[in-house]
Structures are given as C-alpha cells and as structure tokens.
C-alpha cells in the first residue's frame, strides 16, 4: 500500500496469528496501522492478507527504528508476543528509539507482577505502559474481542476511541473495553477470566460425559442437546461450539472427529496462576482448581490406560451397562446441574478479583467487568447480563451466590444438581467441577460447619487457641493432660 498522507498513530509489533489479526481489525476500522516483526516474512504476510481482505490501510517495517518512526508523535505500540523474556526483549528494541511520552501496550497473557515490573521502568525513561488482556481467540482478535486494560490511565486515554470501535460490541451495554485499574490490574483480570473459562470448559465436559456413558447420548443427539441450550440460559459462545464440535464428521476415517480426539488437555498457565493467586488470597476456587486437577490428570493418559485393566475386574463397566434412564429428564438435570455450578465457578473468580482488588487498591468494578465480558470473550454468555445486574444492585455483594436472583436460581436447582452429582458417583463417573461446586455451595450456605472440631484439634497438638461461640478472647486448653488424666 502507497504511504499513508499521515503517519499512523498506532503500531503492532508481533505478528502471529492473533497479532495480525488485531492489526488488521484496527485498520479495517478506519485507524491506519505500521506492523513490525523479528522475522519479516510475517510482516509481508500481514500487508498481503490487508491487501486482499479489503485494501486496508496496513504498513509493513522490516527493521524496529523505521517501524517506531513510521508512527504519530506521541507513538502507541502494541505488543503481541510470548508472555516472559520476549516481551522484555521486544521493549528493549523497541524503546532504544521511543521518546518521552510514547506509549507501550502489552496485550499478551502476562503475570501481572511482569506488568508493574515493566510501568514502573517505562516511568524511568518516560514512557507510559498498559497491560491489556485480550480475549476472544483469533476470529475475537480480528472481528472483536474483549480488551482489558489496565496501567497508565493516560495512555488508555490515548487510545480510548481505537479500542472502543476496535472492541466487540454489545448492542444494549456498549464496547466490550473499559479502563480496569492501576497496575497490573488488566492483566490480572484476564488471568482470572481464563481461569473462570477452565471451570466453564470442565463443566461442560462433565455434562458431556454424564450425558454420553450414563444417559448413552449419541453425537448427533448431543448437538442437538447443546444447540437447545443455547437457545436458553446457558446460551454462550463455549456451549454454542461445543454443538459444533458435535457435528463434525472426522475427515480422516469414518465417524466423528471429536470422538477422535486424544483425551490429553493442554494448558498455558493462567489456570495455575488463577488457583496460585487464590492459594495467596485465601479464597475458595474449588471449581477452578479442580479443572486444573482434571487437565494434570488428563495428561496421565498412559497411566490411566493401565489403571483401567487393573480395575477392570472390578465391575465398573457393568454399572453403567446396567443403568435405566430416562434420558429426556437426565437432559433436563445436567442442564440444571451446570446452570448452577456454574453459578459457583463465577462466585469463585469474582471473589478472587475482588480481594485483590482490596489487597492492591484497584478499586476494580466488578459489574463493569461482567459488562465487557458480555462480547468478544471466551466466556461470553448471556449470563453475564445476570452477573452485571447483580453487582449493580449491590456493588459490594459478599458473593453472587446470596444475590436474591441467583439465590433462587440456585434453590430452584439444587435438587436436580444433587441428582446428576449422585447419578454421575454411582456410575464411576467423576464429576470433580459439579461435585466441587455443590460442595462449595453446601459449605457456603451452613452456618455451622465442622471447623470447630479441626481447631480444637490444633489446640491439642500445636497450641494454636481457639475462639468460642459463647464468650470473647482466645482460649487454651490443656487437651492432652486432660485426656491422659481421663484414661488413668
């Protein structure tokens, strides 16, 4: 393309897929964009695909000094490579020709401890910083994904008007982008955002499974399954291509292709770090931890094949061999049963964003971030909506789970819960995200739990004291004296 009548005031450096996807959705609305890369066949690769995907007003650089001085003082870059090292490699080429009031955004999936690192060093040359998470996937990427900045306010102002249009829209809530925070707030919540989305993805494997070896639902009868649902409560974009998935015949032999699939779940990292940060926190993400638990012991493919045979022997296939059901009102309770865990597994992220919000000053808005999840996500779902009205009637709602809304939805669902978590246990079934969050949700509800009797057992062996329900101060008791005594 012939060089623009002005400079860009934008440019993105790393161009993989997700990369020249964000740049080409810059330009296509109506910001003209420089791009840059280490290797520069990508950056031809990206000037040809604007080319033919409508002439768009993209320019390829070779070399970082003629990328940076492509751009509008003051500049605003963005980043778009592996998390670690590379982003820390990227900066310093790219500031060695940055000036005093330029702009770096990072829009990988970066620890957010990384994100204050790098604003705080940017501040020392003068230059501002955001970490942005960035979600949606390559198509989120390219027609509109969910943007959650956080760092420098002013450089978010910069370029508030691009993010805004570049954004995935939501007709009755607006741009899916806001200003999250200070720090590496931005980064944070994106962290627990894939985190809320590893627990989503479990559940939704556990209502495969119970549907498929419990209610013997074939594939097509599960597209139609998920296709349904998506017509209701549950509808999002993960149940949505879950049907799809459903669909698809294996272009490689017969059948279909998920049925295929090796049983092995990769990962990242954000799932770990989400269950780290909750660890350090204190707070309760049974849902979340044990979708990462079922991704390590997925990958013990080899050892689970031979756990099989030594187990065989011990009935397992003949209980679902024998089981009677009814599917259509089996269908009905798994659509209950994660209506409601996923209730629990939403509580959880919130939670965790909200005590570190408190913990650094954020000052996070959670509704607000309910909002911009609404679109261009992952997790989009139309329960999100839900979530956004929750926190707009109570900003500072101890949890969704006592919403009044929520709460009833829960009560309206814990009976058919309860039968698919029993269902699925009788039939050697695991269902760790389910049976998680109804534990979380029966531990959460009961005022009194067993927790006296674990601090009076601390008291005995360690000394720890104990509080008691009927008078103040902290008490120690000489248990083993006593015991000995009474043995005598």
Same mark, same amino acid.
């Given at each position: 393309?012939?060089?623009?009548?002005?400079?860009?005031?934008?440019?993105?450096?790393?161009?993989?897929?997700m990369?020249?996807?964000?740049?080409?959705?810059?330009?296509?609305?109506?910001?003209?964009?420089?791009?840059?890369?280490?290797?520069?066949s990508?950056?031809?690769?990206?000037?040809?695909?604007?080319?033919?995907?409508g002439?768009l007003?993209?320019?390829?650089?070779?070399d970082p000094e003629?990328?940076?001085?492509?751009?509008?003082k003051?500049?605003?870059i963005?980043?778009l490579?592996?998390?670690?090292a590379?982003?820390?490699?990227?900066?310093?080429?790219?500031?060695?020709?940055?000036?005093?009031g330029d702009?770096?955004?990072d829009?990988?999936?970066?620890?957010?401890?990384n994100?204050?690192? +790098?604003e705080?060093?940017?501040?020392?040359?003068?230059?501002?910083?955001?970490?942005m998470?960035?979600?949606?996937?390559?198509?989120?990427a +390219?027609?509109?994904?969910?943007l959650?900045?956080?760092?420098?306010?002013?450089?978010?102002?910069?370029?508030?008007?691009?993010?805004?249009?570049?954004?995935?829209?939501?007709?009755?809530?607006?741009?899916?982008?806001?200003?999250?925070?200070k720090?590496?707030?931005?980064n944070?919540v994106?962290?627990?955002?894939?985190?809320?989305?590893?627990?989503?993805?479990?559940?939704?494997?556990?209502a495969?499974?119970?549907?498929?070896?419990?209610?013997?639902?074939s594939?097509e009868?599960?597209?139609?399954?998920?296709?349904?649902?998506?017509?209701?409560?549950?509808?999002?974009?993960?149940?949505?291509?879950?049907?799809?998935?459903?669909?698809?015949?294996?272009d490689?032999?017969?059948?279909?292709?998920?049925?295929?699939?090796?049983?092995?779940?990769?990962?990242?990292?954000?799932?770990?770090?989400?269950?780290?940060?909750?660890?350090?926190l204190?707070?309760?993400?049974?849902?979340?931890a044990s979708?990462?638990?079922?991704?390590?012991?997925?990958?013990?493919?080899?050892? +689970?094949?031979?756990?099989?045979?030594?187990?065989?022997?011990?009935?397992?296939?003949?209980i679902?061999?024998?089981?009677?059901?009814?599917?259509?009102?089996?269908?009905?309770?798994?659509?209950?049963?994660?209506?409601?865990?996923?209730?629990?597994?939403?509580?959880?992220?919130?939670?965790?964003?909200?005590?570190?919000?408190?913990?650094?000053?954020?000052?996070?808005?959670?509704?607000?971030?309910?909002?911009?999840?609404?679109?261009?996500?992952?997790?989009?779902?139309i329960?999100?909506?839900?979530?956004?009205?929750?926190?707009?009637?109570?900003?500072?709602?101890a949890?969704?789970?006592?919403?009044?809304?929520?709460?009833?939805?829960?009560?309206?669902?814990?009976?058919?819960?309860?039968r698919?978590v029993?269902?699925?246990?009788?039939s050697?079934?695991?269902?760790?995200?389910?049976?998680?969050s109804l534990?979380?949700?029966?531990?959460?509800?009961?005022?009194?739990?067993?927790?006296?009797?674990?601090q009076?057992?601390?008291?005995?062996?360690?000394?720890?004291?104990?509080?008691r329900?009927?008078?103040?101060?902290?008490?120690?008791?000489?248990?083993?004296?006593?015991?000995?005594?009474?043995?005598?």
């Amino acid at each position: 393309m012939a060089a623009p009548s002005q400079p860009p005031r934008i440019g993105l450096a790393g161009l993989a897929v997700m990369g020249q996807n964000l740049a080409l959705n810059i330009a296509e609305k109506g910001f003209p964009i420089s791009v840059y890369n280490r290797t520069s066949s990508k950056v031809d690769e990206t000037v040809e695909r604007a080319k033919v995907e409508g002439n768009l007003p993209v320019y390829g650089f070779h070399d970082p000094e003629s990328f940076v001085n492509s751009l509008q003082k003051p500049r605003v870059i963005i980043m778009l490579v592996k998390a670690g090292a590379p982003v820390d490699q990227t900066i310093k080429t790219l500031s060695a020709y940055m000036e005093k009031g330029d702009c770096i955004i990072d829009g990988g999936n970066e620890w957010y401890e990384n994100t204050e690192r +790098r604003e705080k060093a940017m501040a020392e040359l003068g230059l501002l910083y955001l970490g942005m998470g960035v979600s949606g996937g390559e198509e989120g990427a +390219r027609y509109g994904p969910s943007l959650m900045p956080g760092g420098s306010f002013e450089a978010y102002k910069y370029i508030e008007d691009i993010l805004l249009k570049v954004a995935a829209q939501v007709p009755d809530s607006g741009p899916c982008v806001t200003y999250v925070g200070k720090g590496g707030s931005g980064n944070f919540v994106k962290m627990v955002h894939n985190g809320i989305e590893y627990g989503d993805m479990q559940l939704i494997a556990e209502a495969y499974d119970v549907l498929k070896s419990v209610g013997k639902l074939s594939n097509e009868e599960l597209k139609g399954v998920f296709s349904e649902w998506n017509k209701g409560e549950l509808l999002s974009f993960l149940i949505e291509i879950t049907g799809d998935i459903f669909g698809i015949k294996d272009d490689k032999g017969e059948g279909y292709l998920v049925d295929k699939v090796l049983d092995k779940t990769g990962m990242k990292g954000t799932g770990k770090w989400t269950v780290q940060q909750a660890a350090d926190l204190s707070v309760a993400a049974p849902t979340i931890a044990s979708s990462l638990d079922s991704r390590f012991l997925s990958g013990l493919k080899e050892e +689970r094949v031979k756990a099989a045979e030594v187990f065989k022997s011990g009935g397992f296939g003949d209980i679902l061999a024998d089981q009677e059901v009814d599917k259509k009102k089996l269908i009905d309770d798994v659509r209950q049963a994660l209506y409601a865990s996923k209730i629990c597994s939403y509580a959880q992220g919130m939670n965790l964003i909200r005590a570190k919000s408190v913990e650094k000053g954020w000052d996070l808005t959670l509704g607000e971030l309910a909002r911009i999840w609404k679109g261009g996500c992952i997790i989009r779902a139309i329960f999100l909506d839900r979530i956004k009205k929750a926190y707009d009637r109570n900003a500072d709602l101890a949890s969704l789970l006592v919403d009044p809304e929520f709460a009833k939805e829960i009560i309206d669902r814990q009976s058919a819960w309860r039968r698919v978590v029993c269902l699925a246990i009788n039939s050697g079934i695991s269902v760790p995200g389910m049976s998680s969050s109804l534990a979380y949700f029966d531990t959460y509800r009961r005022a009194r739990l067993p927790a006296n009797l674990v601090q009076a057992q601390r008291d005995y062996f360690g000394a720890h004291t104990y509080e008691r329900i009927d008078m103040e101060g902290s008490f120690h008791t000489e248990w083993f004296k006593i015991a000995k005594q009474s043995k005598i």
